[in-house]
Nanobody, 114 residues
Framework: HLVESGGGLVQAGGSLRLSCTASGSIVAINSMGWYRQAPGEERAFVASITTGGRSNYADSVKGRFTISRDNARNTMTVYLQMNSLKPEDTDVYYC????????WGQGTQVTVSS
């Protein structure tokens, strides 16, 4: 079960931080990440982080976005710190958790105004 928070409206150049908390069978999670999707388009990779701490980013966000994670006893939370936001970053952002299959969060809207 994934619960997201942190989306909203921000001006270009501003920052937002997204959060996603996984609960339940977190020991089976290999990695967590973020994807984005515009209306009528396919969901696209943004960033991911493994349970070992290895991170990966889409070229379009390298140097601007940072993914991190925090493990508690029964939950795992992944964060996406988004800096220097651009209008083209506007999308619905989805959290994903990979076990033997991928689970998705409900999505959170990020809108960057020019």
């Amino acid at each position: 079960h994934l619960v997201e928070s942190g989306g909203g409206l921000v001006q270009a150049g501003g920052s937002l931080r997204l959060s996603c908390t996984a609960s339940g069978s977190i020991v089976a999670i290999n990695s967590m990440g973020w994807y984005r999707q515009a209306p009528g388009e396919e969901r696209a990779f943004v960033a991911s982080i493994t349970t070992g701490g290895r991170s990966n980013y889409a070229d379009s966000v390298k140097g601007r976005f940072t993914i991190s994670r925090d493990n508690a006893r029964n939950t795992m939370t992944v964060y996406l710190q988004m800096n220097s936001l651009k209008p083209e970053d506007t999308d619905v952002y989805y959290c994903a958790a990979d076990t033997i299959r991928r689970s998705w969060g409900q999505g959170t809207q990020v809108t960057v105004s020019s």
